[in-house]
């Protein structure tokens, strides 16, 4: 067996080809290709009967090892990913966008890309305070968001009452988004939420926070999304279908707060793309955040 050391932390785990492949992939490669990449360094390793080795010599073989495979944009984001590590830079990702856009999925994948093992749905959150505060109390909560509006007595006259309605069940569900922020923010935890009540100028957004707006292209596509879900949840795509034109006004609506905002808008066609472009623009962003600091990254 082969350990792993970490003189700076004193810490002695056993070599693992599982965590090895996991922070290959996380530069974009594919999970089959990190597998063997990983496979290739344990089979060198043990050629040369090493017993001990240190997580600076794995990254070192890593990185070498990606670029003979002639992945030099891998091996650049693995040097990357690892840096950020080691300064321990704990980020907030937050993914809004319409019901059914591939927020959760989007959100599944980076957590597993960027090991991190915090991520929280909006509609958790949301589903607590139903807990907590009665349907007569505040019943714009205890709907879908795109139904809030039809809970509503005495809108004003001027407004859209779906978009009223939605930003109703928004401000209540942000109370405790931002908490959720704050606590990752104070703890230093990697976090990952996702959710429709993720909106531009709601939640607090912070020096470690990072927004995108995930969007869908139109109708069809997201039809298709709510009919791919409803295979293996509960959530029926009929109950979405049948609204689709008024989620699609709310994503529309989330697009020109994220323009107002300045936050970046991911349209996910591919699931492969959006993650190398949230990935992209963190790898652009973080760097600026840390200058800010006085920090450089050492690559
Ligand atoms: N880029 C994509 N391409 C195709 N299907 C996708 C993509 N992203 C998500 N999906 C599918 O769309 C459905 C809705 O995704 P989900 O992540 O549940 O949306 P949300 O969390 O935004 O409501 C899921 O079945 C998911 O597998
Ligand atoms: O309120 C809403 O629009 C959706 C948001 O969930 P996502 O589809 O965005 O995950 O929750 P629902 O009422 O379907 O339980």
Redesign the pocket.
């Known amino acids: 067996m082969i350990i792993v050391v970490d003189p700076e932390k004193k810490t002695k785990i056993p070599f693992s080809r599982g965590i090895l492949t996991r922070s290959i992939t996380s530069t974009g490669v594919d999970v089959g290709i990190a597998y063997s990449i990983a496979a290739e360094i344990v089979k060198e390793l043990e050629k040369k009967n090493v017993k001990v080795i240190t997580k600076d010599e794995i990254r070192r073989i890593t990185y070498e090892k990606l670029l003979e495979h002639g992945l030099k944009d891998a091996a650049k984001k693995y040097l990357f990913w690892h840096e950020l590590r080691r300064l321990k830079y704990p980020m907030i990702i937050l993914l809004g ?5 591939g ?2 999925t989007l959100a599944t994948e980076l957590a597993f890309r960027l090991g991190i093992r915090t991520v929280i ?3 958790t959150v ?1 589903e607590v305070m139903r807990k907590i505060i009665s349907k007569d109390l505040l019943p714009a909560i205890h ?6 509006w039809r809970e509503l007595r005495n809108l004003p006259k001027d407004v859209d009452p779906l978009i009223y309605g939605f930003e109703s ?1 928004v401000r209540y569900v942000t109370v405790g988004v931002n908490a959720v922020v704050e606590r990752s923010y104070k703890e230093g935890f990697n976090t990952i939420i ?4 993720l909106v531009p100028g709601y939640v607090n957004l912070n020096d470690r926070s990072f927004m995108y707006l995930i969007t869908v292209k139109n109708s069809e596509s997201l039809e298709a999304r709510f009919h791919e ?1 409803a295979r293996y949840s509960l ?1 029926p795509a009929e ?2 279908v049948k609204n689709i034109d008024n ?1 699609l006004r ?1 994503q529309d609506y989330l697009i020109e707060k994220a323009k107002e905002y300045g936050i970046p808008i991911i349209e996910n066609v591919e699931l492969e793309k959006s993650i190398n472009a949230i990935m992209s623009h963190l790898m652009e962003e973080i760097p600026k955040r840390l200058k800010e600091k006085g920090i450089k990254l050492s690559i």
């Not at 709907?143 to 809030?148: D, I, Q, R, V, Y």
């Not at 996702?194 to 009540?197: L, Y």
Request: net charge positive; glycine share 14%.
């Open positions: 966008g319409a019901t059914g856009v927020k959760s749905g909006t509609d949301r709907t879908s968001s795109f139904l809030a069940q996702e959710g429709i009540h879900r959530r109950y979405y989620i709310i």
